[in-house]
Each structure stands twice: as structure tokens, then as C-alpha cells.
């Protein structure tokens, strides 16, 4: 069983920076992990994952902007956010991929202009 929490969300600016982090209970090494994101109206979409390895890829709208991480020891995801947009503005989940789909609670986002 993985349990998964989120932190970090908030407001900004557009053009200004953010990090989540996503704290794990049980074992994640051997997990893909993820961040999805729904804004309001729209389905949940994939932002970026990390393979247990550090294989990292991205959505193409996030792509230069944002950086996912993992620290195995810490049992901790990230995601950096930079140049954030208005329409990256909402709830960003983190996910684990180990066997099962492990979601957290999610944390919201909000970027104005």
C-alpha cells in the first residue's frame, strides 16, 4: 500500500516559480511516478513522469518550463515550475505507478496575470 501527499501548491504570478513535492509512504523505488493535473471543465492530464531509474519525460505544453525529480532515499517526488502560465493553473496530482495506480489528494495551483 503507497500512500501519497502532496505539498507545495499555491498562487503566483504568471511567470513566477513553484515546487511540489510529494511525500510517499511504502516502498516507491521500484515505481514510475507521475504528476497529472485537472483544471476546472477538463479531464485529468499527464504533466510528467519519472521512471525508477530517473527517465524523465514531459507533456509538450510544460517541456523547458518544468522539472521532475525523485529522491528514492527520501521517499519524495518533486516537480519545479518555472515560468509558470495561466493555464497551468490546477490541482496537481502526484501518482505512483507500482503495479496498482496509487493517487495523492492533489494541491492546487494557481497562476494569475
Known amino acids: 500500500q503507497v500512500q501519497l501527499v502532496e505539498s507545495g501548491g499555491g498562487s503566483v504570478q504568471a511567470g513566477g516559480s513553484l515546487k511540489l513535492s510529494c511525500a510517499a509512504s511504502?516502498?516507491?523505488?521500484?515505481?514510475?511516478m507521475g504528476w497529472y493535473r485537472q483544471a476546472p471543465g477538463k479531464e485529468r492530464e499527464l504533466v510528467s513522469r519519472?521512471?525508477?531509474?530517473?527517465?524523465?519525460t514531459y507533456a509538450d505544453s510544460v517541456k523547458g518550463r518544468f522539472t521532475i525529480s525523485r529522491d528514492n532515499d527520501k521517499n519524495t517526488l518533486y516537480l519545479q515550475m518555472n515560468s509558470l502560465k495561466t493555464e497551468d493553473t490546477a490541482v496537481y496530482y502526484c501518482?505512483?505507478?507500482?503495479?496498482?495506480?496509487?493517487w495523492g489528494q492533489g494541491t492546487q495551483v494557481t497562476v494569475s496575470s
Open positions: 501518482a505512483a505507478l507500482c503495479g496498482n495506480i496509487y
Open positions: 511504502g516502498y516507491i523505488f521500484r515505481c514510475t
Open positions: 519519472i521512471s525508477s531509474i530517473g527517465t524523465a
